[in-house]
């Protein structure tokens, strides 16, 4: 059985950094691109940023230069570190394994919750 546990979500000031994590288990972690992505209410979920298996990392715009992303095959866990976060960060962030050999696998974790707030 495949789960991806997110964890590190929170209530956080403008100007404040998190720290999100996502523990994978059931699938051979290495071989999939991981992505973070965020569903605030009222919108669409969007991408934040992936990872592919050789570390090839893909930014959405509006938080390059703040968030990053890295992966450790070893604990199967890819991180995303938000920094200089502002009210538009607010959001549910859901982690996501996806991995294409003949067709698509794709997994979500169940959303942790990021609250940007003074």
């Known amino acids: 059985q495949v789960q991806l546990v997110e964890s590190g979500g929170g209530l956080v000031q403008p100007g404040g950094s998190l720290r999100l994590s996502c523990e994978a288990s059931g699938i051979i972690f290495s071989l999939y691109t991981m992505g973070w992505y965020r569903q605030a209410p009222g919108k669409q979920r969007e991408l934040v940023a992936n990872?592919?298996?050789?570390?090839?990392?893909n930014f959405s715009g509006s938080v390059k230069g703040r968030f990053t992303i890295s992966r450790d095959n070893a604990k199967n866990t890819v991180y995303l570190q938000m920094n200089s976060l502002n009210d538009e960060d607010t959001a549910v962030y859901y982690c996501k394994a996806t991995k294409y050999v003949q067709r698509e696998y794709v997994y979500w974790g169940q959303g942790t919750q990021v609250t940007v707030s003074s």
């Open positions: 990872i592919n298996s050789g570390g090839r990392i």
